[in-house]
């Protein structure tokens, strides 16, 4: 059972873990890579750990874990064992991609340099993730999520004051890492069709974070202004933020000064009025207009403003909690939930990927399941089974393999599925 996807035939090896690492690896298995997690015989990846919370009947499994790692199998390997060694030799010639996050150095200090994997592999996609770059004056440190968001000018940005900085609540130095990563891949198989040779990826917690700097970063490198923390609301547009409501706050976004005289009619706030007329003026008089724009908007709740400024076409939302987010009838539409069997907790939900693919003409987007995150090491003797098979047949490739080729699961076996499918993975 497949997953069907633009890159099925490419082989993913995924020695990474925790988050920025493994998060790439899924986005390929998302996109229908078959991705082969190697973990630690007795540890695994250390996210298995990580929690609250923890679910399944003995509370050992970590809901973190299952964010990124669907669509992936698990072989535990000891990399500083010769036989370790040997079996990562073999499916580095089998694989199309490399995906490591160990420190810079570690994988060299491991008998893996890029010279000994291109040697092994030319044709070997590697995608490296550093916390700081693998070379430069601070190419070695360690980094981690947070420590990257205030080293690269995220958290001064974020906050209520520039007094008060905070971290962003999702681990987006990590996910914008894996992000960026695995995009780089793609860029890199696309160039090995043109070369026939493999190279390498390089990015980090550091320069995922200053690669979405955007505007914050020209107001600096161009206007020569430092861009501080403005709580909820935006760096450069007024009014765009959070306003307080009769029963909470609602967020309304005018970018242009038609949807502003939108806004203050409604609210019953002269358009015209100097301090206010252009967006230069109304950030220049950002705090005099929030105070209007409040007082207006506590003669309502948050449902009476909502409708209103949606009949008028001016953005506008509510803040929802992550229980409703995914309660939200739109989130379900667009297939950011997606349900797969795990093989202790059952039938569960995960977020799902932010891409989807309509066929050319019909506009129809195919259905496709996903698989759930494996146990530690629950496809050992299928992705020994699959890599017996490759090596034995004398016409096959170390790269662009054919579905028919990958490994089955048990849950295929048991089902009847295609000989030699991937395990973990469904039409």
Known sequence: ???????EGIVVLDLSRALAGPHAGQMLGDLGAHVIKVEHPSTGDESRGWGPPFVGPDHDISTYFLAANRNKQSVTVDMKTAEGKELIERLVRQSDVLIENFRTGVLDRL????????ELNPRLVILSITGFGHDGPEGGRPGYDQIAQGEAGLMSLTGPSPDEPYRVGASIADLLGGIHGAYGVVAALYERERTGRGKVVRTSLLSSIVGVHSYHGTAWTVGGQVPRAAGNHHASIAPYGAFRCADGMIQIAAANDSQWRKVAALLGIDPETPKYANNRERFAHRDDLIGDMEKALAQHDRAHWLAALGELGVPAGAIRTIDEVYAWDQVRSQGLLVEVDHPVLGPIELPGPPLRFEDAGSGESPARRHVAPPLLGQDNDAVLGWLREREADPSGSPS????????????ESQNGSQPGSPPGTAR
């Open 400 to 411: 662009g393999s054919s579905p028919e080729a990958r490994p089955k699961s048990q849950n």
């Open 1 to 7: 059972m497949i997953l069907r996807g633009p890159l």
């Open 111 to 118: 008998g893996f340099p890029v010279e000994r994997l291109h």
